[in-house]
């Protein structure tokens, strides 16, 4: 079962030839590799390219223990032969950009990140925890390639990459809601995934729970939102920012089968208030009517925290 594991993987990674592998040395260098024995997964790796040449994925493994054997020249080398042979070329290209900045191959180095950068691939775990680009942090030429870098991986957290991105953050925090002077809810609204989404946690005075999804669509220019709570109940928004404002309209099918319009606008009304108003129309937008006005105010001790 084993063997037939590692066969697929392979198959899904586009190794080939995959007939060609000896698989319980695979497995056995690949042991090896994990349990971090390098001189052994060494070893094994350079007999698996010994045996096929056109094996990127051991060239690859290969490459990597001769850098934990530091021996960064024959890294490089191995390196180059998995590129050739077609094994994650850009993967294997900025494993190379670190070789060379680790030998003070400066220009190597940022002419294969720059490689990277032009392709805008969320390469940006490349930094983490890489001491290897510690010689390059004070040139203003990395700088550069690795901020394009890392906005690709997190394009969210970039505010000069998609403004876009960040344009409902006033939204974000822990709110009382009250519909006039009466509480009718608590929220608290977060970003996730790398900033890139504003998460509702929505809980009223009875204890019901709803959670919202929203997200900048950059290939439609729009924000989106999408709502679900406890009971059952769905909807989709789609709109825009409008002056500071959100402005999100749904399609809206009535128990009775006709359809309707629900604008639900979000006024940005400061550091602590945001009033979030929605209204419905049965005549495609000539006349609203509203359903409710709510006022969200931040808790006390979270406004002294962050203003």
């Known amino acids: ?3 037939l594991i590692l066969l697929l993987a392979l198959l899904v990674a586009g190794i080939t030839p995959v007939i060609a592998l000896d698989v319980d040395k695979s497995m056995e260098a690949e042991a090896a590799f994990k349990e971090g024995d390098w001189s052994k997964a060494q070893s094994l790796f350079q007999s698996l390219t010994n045996e096929n040449p056109k094996l990127g994925y051991a060239w690859s493994r290969l490459g990597e223990t001769y850098r934990h054997l530091n021996q960064p020249q024959d890294a490089l080398a191995a390196f180059e032969k998995a590129r050739a042979n077609g094994f994650l070329p850009f993967i294997t290209l900025s494993r190379m950009a670190s070789t060379h900045a680790a030998l003070g191959q400066r220009e190597l180095a940022l002419s294969e990140l720059q490689q ?4 805008k691939l969320p390469f940006g775990r490349i930094f983490s925890g890489n001491r290897d680009f510690d010689s390059l942090v004070d040139d203003p030429a ?3 390639v690795r901020k394009t870098i890392q906005a690709a991986t997190n394009p969210c957290k970039y505010d000069d990459s998609v403004p876009q991105y960040r ?6 925090g822990d709110w009382d809601v009250f519909a006039g002077n009466v509480q009718t809810g608590t929220s608290h609204v977060e970003r996730i995934l790398g900033d890139c989404v504003i998460y509702e946690n929505w809980t009223d005075r009875f204890g019901s729970q709803g959670k919202s999804f929203n997200k900048y669509n950059q290939s439609l220019k729009r924000w989106e939102q999408y709502w679900v709570d406890e009971n059952g109940a769905t ?6 920012i409008e002056g500071k404002d959100l402005v999100y ?13 629900r604008k639900l606008t979000f006024f940005d009304q400061g550091p602590e208030k945001v009033r979030q108003f929605s209204q419905l129309s049965t005549d495609s937008g000539k006349t609203w009517t509203t359903e409710y006005d709510f006022t969200y105010v931040r808790r006390k001790e979270q406004a002294k925290l962050m203003y």
Do not use: C, H, T
């Open 1 to 3: 079962m084993r063997k």
């Open 116 to 119: 990277i950068a032009d392709k």
């Open 142 to 144: 990395f700088q550069k």
């Open 167 to 172: 344009q409902f953050d006033f939204w974000v």
């Open 235 to 240: 909807s989709f928004f789609y709109g825009n």
């Open 249 to 261: 309209l749904s399609d809206v099918v009535q128990p009775d089968g006709s359809k309707a319009v």
